[in-house]
Nanobody, 120 residues
Framework: QVQLVESGGGLVQPGGSLRLSCSAS????????MGWYRQAPGKQRELVAV???????NYADSVKGRFTISRDNAKNTVSLQMSSLKPEDTAVYYC??????????????WGQGTQVTVSS
């Protein structure tokens, strides 16, 4: 079995910063893409940022220049540094990883979600 455990959410004022982290553990052989998605109340889940094992990144237009995604392949972790936060960034943030298991199967896994609230 595989687990993704997130940490780092919370309440922050507009213009502030937060750092989210996610760690994958369990029956992991390799991880291709890791990323962060978010879902605000009444809205669909949307991509925030993804990063490949080679370090290529892709960001939603709404977060470009404010958020930075990074990963540690040796530790199977991915982080999201969020700066200049806006109220519209308020959402539950989910970690996602495309994992190849030791038996060769590949599938997507999700974390439990962490709440980020940007408010004064």
């Amino acid at each position: 079995q595989v687990q993704l455990v997130e940490s780092g959410g919370g309440l922050v004022q507009p213009g502030g910063s937060l750092r989210l982290s996610c760690s994958a553990s369990g029956n992991v052989f390799s991880i291709n893409v890791m990323g962060w998605y978010r879902q605000a109340p009444g809205k669909q889940r949307e991509l925030v940022a993804v990063i490949t094992s080679g370090g290529s990144t892709n960001y939603a237009d709404s977060v470009k220049g404010r958020f930075t995604i990074s990963r540690d392949n040796a530790k199977n972790t991915v982080s999201l540094q969020m700066s200049s936060l806006k109220p519209e960034d308020t959402a539950v943030y989910y970690c996602n990883a495309r994992i190849t298991l030791r038996n060769g199967l590949r599938r997507d896994y999700w974390g439990q979600g962490t709440q980020v609230t940007v408010s004064s």
